[in-house]
């Protein structure tokens, strides 16, 4: 039978199956980080249970690290996260890339760095945002506390199949079209539930004309339009990627893990429960307007004037007055006086670069507060070793150590209320960069641009540095 | 945890779509390591100004609204993180059962594993027990798989047969998994070794 790589990847981990139960799957890798999973560790110890597989196993520490003078953390509750995760991880054997690791960061950035995520596994983290291993091929989700030490104490999980959902973006990507458009596109325009009890496979030749970067910024917003999961077949990209890092095979072991994963990809013919198709040369760049991540519209469009029925027209209301926009406006005409480039989204290299073009020879404008914030230790210095911090320094941003910052907002980095953020985030939910922040959510580029001009621009038309310039007003 | 069987009493009314799990807890309140207390801080950015003082134009600060153990929600409540903060915030705060027209997974499957009981209804019946909350008690049966109300309504709501016996008996998820613990053994020999962290 042809068999989609959701398929494939769940069957080979079912440990026992009973009709009238979900499956026991197994659970390749676990990552963990201080805010999800302490009670988890409590639970532990209460019942005198021990961690099944340590080595499978990996934790860093990055919800609520500061990003600068990282060692004094002001926050008493936070430092009693830090150093209980800390505590856990000795006594339970976990390995753990902690503040004075240059393996640290926000753990969707460094487990693919580290070479930990690999085709064909299932991974889980207390994290939503743990789509973004489905990248290379696994089958990764998020999971809750106790889930977290369900799969401490037994390594499995009990889960229900998922349905499967084909995403096929056709066609080419107009210029200044990034990986965020796309997912931002799809979201608003087919709503933040339309996943919902599926996990997503994207496909089409966007997707493989996609970096290993852009795949996971991708499948990192899956769950923003409500699936379980999103994942992409493995191909030369993956592997290429893979090649040489940490924790991947070498030699002919590699060779021979190249075949196997391979093998995952989806079949020709596969059947999925639902299929959608799109035309990547409709997507512009986007920006988020509204108090989810489906309420976006194109650089060149307005915010709705009305929305489709009653309920529509509620939520239209209530997110217009908490963002402080009128109904109908320009999309260009909405002011930024906060930049945040960062979060587990984007916050690789390809995105501080592409980020940099637009940013070289320019200054963030009066009144706009810009920082970088790189997504690992090792991200940092790469980008540093490129000189990337010195072209954001130079324009007035401030260029910070890894970590989720201003993503979440629970380590200092805040945007006072009522005060507008072109965010490279996730979440545009009210009070996610803090309390009565407003969130736009973008792409690193449109960004950069926002910092420069104040308001978003259309980079297509704004170009990169040199016509930015010409540009501004 | 506690079993559920039949649940008796009031609800309360948040006719909101998309609720999402940072309303539920902002994430300033995500910091404590313990599991419990988190009830004080539900909601807190709708319950409550900048002096701490409760907004009075919030749904759960109206009196027909307080004191009650059912809360009833709009489409796709729990979106977003997956902090099971949100159920524990719920649960000590008083609700045990959550009615909506539809839950985002996780948070579906955080209530499961604490004993809460996320029910799915048609958006009709919901709206009808919107409109009819105040005055009424509800009565939850989950052996027979029905909501009631004292008007004459009387519906049937879907539950996994895994999750239905899980609550009724108030059973610990993992001491059920390690009896399979003879099955993971056998799954782990077969496994292909990945690389070692
Ligand atoms: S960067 Fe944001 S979305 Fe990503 S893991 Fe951190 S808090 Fe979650």
């Known amino acids: ?473 | 945890m506690k079993p559920i069987t039949v649940y008796k009493g009031k609800a309360a009314v948040l006719d909101r779509a998309n609720v999402d799990t940072d309303q539920i807890i902002p994430k300033q309140f995500l910091k404590r390591i313990e599991r419990t207390g988190f009830g004080e801080f539900l909601f807190y950015d709708w319950r409550f100004d900048e002096d701490g003082n409760e907004r009075e134009d919030f749904e759960l600060n109206q009196p027909q609204n307080k004191n009650a153990g059912i809360l009833i929600a709009g489409e796709n409540f729990g979106c977003g993180s997956s902090r099971e903060h949100a159920p524990w915030s719920l649960q000590d705060y008083g609700f045990d059962i959550v009615i909506a027209p539809s839950f985002a997974d996780i948070f579906q499957n955080n209530c499961l594993k604490n004993g809460m009981l996320p029910i799915t209804l048609t958006k009709d019946k919901v709206s009808y027990l919107m409109n009819n909350a105040g005055n009424d008690q509800l009565t939850i049966d989950l052996r027979e798989q029905t909501v009631i109300d004292n008007k004459g309504l009387s519906t049937s709501f879907d539950i996994h047969p895994y999750w239905k016996e899980m609550l009724l008996n108030g059973w610990d998820e993992i001491s059920i998994t390690l009896q399979y613990s003879p099955q993971i053994d056998e799954f782990e020999k077969s496994e292909r070794p990945i690389s070692t962290i």
């Open chain 1, 1 to 473: 039978m042809k068999k989609s790589i959701i398929e494939k990847v769940w069957d080979r981990h079912v440990v026992y199956q009973e009709e009238n139960k979900p499956d026991l799957l197994y659970i390749d890798l676990h990552y963990i980080h201080e805010v999800t999973s302490p009670q988890a560790f409590e639970g532990l110890r209460e019942k005198g249970r021990k961690v099944r597989r340590p080595e499978k196993t990996f934790a860093t520490m990055d919800h609520n690290v500061p990003t600068v003078n990282r060692y004094q953390i002001t926050d008493e509750i936070a430092r009693k996260q830090l150093t209980a995760l800390e505590k856990n991880c000795t006594e339970f054997s976990i390995p753990l890339a902690d503040l004075d690791s240059p393996e640290q960061g926000i753990v969707h950035v460094i487990g693919p760095e580290l070479g930990l995520t690999k085709p064909g596994m299932t991974i889980v983290c207390g994290d939503s945002h743990t789509s973004t291993h489905g990248a290379f091929g696994t089958i990764a989700f998020g999971i809750g506390t106790s889930e977290v030490e369900h799969v401490f104490a037994t390594q499995t999980l009990w889960q229900t199949k998922p349905k499967t959902l084909k995403l096929e973006i056709n066609g080419e990507l107009g210029s200044g079209v990034t990986a965020k458009d796309v997912i931002l596109y799809v979201i608003s325009k087919y709503g933040i539930n339309f996943g919902t009890g599926h996990i997503i496979e994207y496909c089409g030749n966007v997707i493989r004309n996609m970096s290993m970067e852009e795949r996971m910024t991708v499948c990192n917003m899956s769950i923003e339009g409500g699936a379980r999961a999103g994942l992409v077949s493995p191909d030369e990209t993956t592997f290429s990627y893979l090649k040489g890092r940490k924790h991947v095979s070498t030699g002919v072991d590699f060779e021979k893990d190249t075949k196997e994963w391979s093998a995952l990809a989806s079949d020709e013919g596969a059947v999925y429960d639902t299929e959608i198709v799109i035309d990547g040369s409709e997507i512009s760049p986007m920006v988020s307007w509204g108090t989810n991540p489906g309420m976006a519209s194109p650089i060149d469009g307005n915010v709705p004037k009305a929305g489709n029925d009653e309920a529509g027209e509620k939520s239209l209301q209530r997110a217009l007055d908490y963002m402080g926009l009128t109904a109908g406006m320009s999309i260009s005409d909405i002011p930024v006086q906060h930049v945040f480039i960062g979060s587990c989204t984007n916050s690789r290299i390809e995105d501080l670069r592409q980020a940099a073009e637009f940013v070289k020879g320019n200054r963030v404008i009066d009144g706009v507060r810009a920082l970088v914030v790189p997504g690992s230790q090792s991200v940092k210095k790469q980008a540093e070793e490129e000189g990337l911090d010195k072209i954001f320094t130079e324009a007035g941003f401030e260029w910070r150590e890894s970590g989720c910052s201003m993503c979440l907002g629970m380590n200092p980095d805040v945007v006072p209320a009522g005060e507008h953020c072109a965010s490279t985030s996730n979440r545009n939910f009210e009070g996610r960069q803090g309390t009565g922040a407003r969130t736009h959510l973008v792409s690193p580029a449109m960004a950069a641009a926002a910092a420069i001009h104040g308001r978003f621009v259309d980079i297509r038309k704004a170009g990169g540095s040199t016509e930015t310039a010409e540009l501004a007003f």
